[in-house]
């Protein structure tokens, strides 16, 4: 299957995730996105194309690559870098596929101005609705949300990813995250389980929250970490029992890998403007362990299970973490953007990209790439990866 790993999806509200849930594929990250297959030998540049504007975005679908360009128009490209077919029905900002899905991709107008589905056959239109964005896309269907611009809640839709017909609906939701069989929302100040298939509500309970406050989420196999305020509590997945709460000031939770999240907390000095970040990981027992970072501004990353490993990559520094929580190692300059696959990782310097194994501190392989003051995107797809760089895609496989 054609895979792809994590969209950032700007929202009327900010940014969101976009969430691949898994599939057939080798690897997943800690939230169930799957992972490309990674180019471990050396690869050469195959094909190249030359699209609309100075920027496109790219994902695989089986054997084609299918991007959307700054015009908003989406184009497949095969083997050879030919394009196949394009679609300019609608304004499409984004384009991603859909897991063991190959005759189908999602498409999105970015920032909540439309949402549909183009068959990758021909690259006919098979739906589209006129706002939305999508939240999560499985093998079974795709989460949509649906918000105004000055709303701080939205409602949410679990459609076909083919017809777009409607399974189920829960409006006023104020926060969501994807688990690999059920969807966490927020509702008013009530937390929910909600079967993904059906819409049917497992558990609720109630969390005392403000109407102006937010609430954070972030869930493994076995419990959902909730932030409210200065603290973060933990409930069982199947049954919605309390296990632990931790403190933290102005907390960030998100999964760390398929059994524990992490809690980053960030203060910061008016006298001097520093900054201290601090990071601890929880499994479900709630004992907390330190993780030691390079990083003192911010923290983020993902955590990903390949080859039967966990591994936790901290794009905020380029660091690798191990399951054991060691550092392994710190990958590309300051300027480097990491992109993971399901094998290791691209590291993406100015001018080059390298493909490290997990755990490794040697590059298995560094090709140059072009440069350029317009910015340079590298993007991962099934045994290939995509260059962007002033109008042109370079595939190099």
Do not use: C
């Not at 909600?194 to 509500?201: I, K, L, Q």
């Not at 907390?251 to 970040?277: A, H, K, L, M, Q």
Request: no cysteine; proline share 2%; hydrophobic share 35%.
């Amino acid at each position: 299957m054609a895979a792809v790993v994590l969209v950032l999806v700007l929202v009327a509200g900010g940014v969101a995730v976009l969430t691949l849930l898994r599939g057939s594929g080798s690897g997943h990250t800690a939230d169930g996105s799957m992972l490309p297959e990674a180019v471990t030998s050396e690869p050469k540049a195959a094909w190249t194309f030359d699209y609309s504007g100075s920027y496109a975005q790219v994902t695989g679908a089986g054997d084609l690559v299918v991007l959307a360009d700054e015009d908003g128009d989406v184009a497949a490209l095969d083997s050879d870098g030919e394009r196949v077919w394009s679609n300019d029905d609608e304004y499409v900002g984004y384009v991603v596929a859909v897991p063991d899905h190959d005759d189908v991709v999602v498409v999105a107008g970015g920032e909540g101005g439309g949402v549909g589905a183009l068959s990758t056959d021909d690259g006919e239109q098979l739906w589209w609705q006129d706002s939305g964005y999508p939240l999560a896309i499985d093998d079974e269907g795709l989460l949509l949300g649906d918000g105004a611009e000055d709303s701080d809640t939205s409602d949410v839709a679990w459609v076909d990813s083919k017809s777009g017909e409607e399974k189920w609906s829960i409006d006023d939701v104020g926060s969501t995250d994807v688990a690999e069989d059920a969807v966490y929302l927020v509702v008013a100040d009530e937390l929910r389980r909600v079967d993904a298939s059906s819409g049917r509500v497992s558990w609720s309970l109630d969390l005392s929250v403000d109407d102006d406050e937010y609430v954070g989420l972030a869930s493994t196999s076995e419990f959902v970490a909730v932030s409210v305020g200065n603290e973060v509590t933990a409930y069982d997945a199947g049954d919605g029992e309390r296990l632990w709460s931790a403190s933290a000031e102005d907390p960030s939770v998100d999964g760390f890998d398929d059994d524990r999240v992490y809690i980053s907390e960030t203060t910061y000095d008016e006298d001097t403007d520093d900054s201290d970040t601090s990071v601890t990981v929880y499994g479900r027992a709630g004992d907390g362990e330190d993780l030691s970072i390079g990083s003192d501004d911010y923290f983020y990353g993902i955590g990903v299970e390949a080859g039967g490993s966990s591994w936790f990559v901290a794009y905020s520094s380029g660091e690798v973490f191990d399951d054991d929580l060691q550092r392994v190692g710190r990958y590309g300059s300051d300027e480097a953007n990491l992109t993971v696959a399901d094998r290791g990782l691209y590291v993406h310097d100015p001018g080059q990209v390298a493909f490290y194994e997990y755990g490794q501190g040697k590059p298995e392989w560094t090709i140059d790439i072009p440069d350029s003051e317009d910015g340079v995107s590298v993007s991962a797809v099934d045994q290939g990866v995509v260059v962007e760089a002033d109008g042109e895609l370079t595939m190099y496989r």
